[in-house]
């Protein structure tokens, strides 16, 4: 295994369709250490879902990766077999889908599914598997394991459910977890709840953890560092603070702006991005976001921007700080 746990470098994939070649990825690099969080935060159809599962070998089938490498653990995981796939995913990388209500399977109880994911790879007895199971649902905070095992996920409220998730997630305590969105669909209260759960469990069992969500608010406090993706590709990344308090691309500065500011002691309208997202069936030739940007100059339209570092992990990919540097003297 080399230095990093995640290691994806210019990854390029589309989707074909019966009206075209959709380029839902293009040239992504992330790479992440063995514990980080790191948080992929941008709107729906940036590409942050995708990215996630083809590191776990879950893309549609109308999916395929046209360029670039997607590393985990010491495995090439593009050039992996369905088969050889099943090996890792569960055991050695795991993912929360988006919606515990329609994840869980409504025929089957909470212990068959947890004992399922215990039993597949490992070699445990029923006896055993129930045990884990037990241990599982005690490790996430549900109360009385033995009687929700015995339940239907119909009779668990949402918040419960996803807990089951994350259960379901841990059963072979893999070295990366993937949590996709997983408060969507959840109170506030609940939410805090679930991120503050998924942390704990990070820091008790050394493991990564990949939370993606569209709200920047969510990573603030949990996330070591942030990737931000805008129309298949990483616009900004760096860490929480440089993403919080020195953000060097629009759109990163659009989505801040967008969150509401609770100590601001007079009303104040939120500032939404306006515009509509790029569609990925005919990608522009600049810089993605500059139909939206009220910055945008021509070389914006024409060319895709460089990407210029701020320091130790941090870069943006954004013509206007190329332009910075040139007015303020520096051009290498």
Not at 200 to 206: A, Q, S, V
Not at 212 to 232: F, Q
């Amino acid at each position: 295994m080399g230095e990093y746990l995640v290691d994806i470098k210019h990854e390029k994939l589309s989707f074909f369709t019966p009206v075209g070649e959709v380029k839902a990825l293009n040239d992504v690099s992330i790479r992440m250490k063995e514990g980080e969080v790191l948080g992929v935060v941008g709107e729906s159809g940036s590409g942050k879902s995708v990215t996630a599962y083809s590191l776990i070998g879950l893309t549609a089938e109308n999916g395929k990766i046209m360029g670039g490498e997607v590393n985990f653990n010491g495995h090439r995981v593009d050039l992996m077999s369905e088969k050889e796939m099943r090996g890792i995913r569960g055991k050695e990388i795991s993912i929360i889908f988006q919606d515990p209500m329609t994840s869980l399977n409504p025929v089957y109880t909470i212990g068959n599914q947890i004992e399922e994911a215990v039993r597949i790879h490992g070699d445990k007895s029923a006896e055993e598997a129930r045990e884990r199971a037990k241990e599982l649902l005690t490790l996430v905070g549900i109360n009385e394991p033995e009687k929700r095992l015995k339940q239907y996920p119909h009779e668990l409220s949402g918040g419960m459910r996803q807990r089951v998730m994350i259960a379901i997630a841990l059963a072979c305590e893999p070295k990366l977890l993937i949590a996709d969105e997983p408060t969507t669909a959840l109170d506030v209260t609940i939410q805090a709840q679930i991120l503050e759960l998924m942390n704990d469990l990070k820091n008790k069992l050394g493991m990564g953890i990949m939370l993606i969500t569209h709200d920047l608010g969510v990573v603030a406090s949990m996330c070591d560092n942030i990737a931000v993706m805008y129309a298949g590709e990483i616009v900004e990344y760096g860490s929480a603070d440089d993403i919080f308090y020195n953000p060097k691309h629009e759109y990163t500065r659009g989505l801040l702006k967008s969150i509401p500011k609770f100590q601001e002691k007079e009303y104040s309208k939120l500032v939404p991005i306006e515009g509509q997202p790029v569609d990925l069936l005919n990608p522009p030739k600049g810089c993605p976001f500059a139909p939206r940007c009220d910055s945008c100059m021509k070389i914006c339209l024409r060319e895709k921007p460089e990407s210029i570092d701020f320091g130790e992990n941090h870069y943006s990919r954004c013509w206007l700080n190329v332009k910075d540097e040139y007015s303020g003297g520096e051009k290498s």
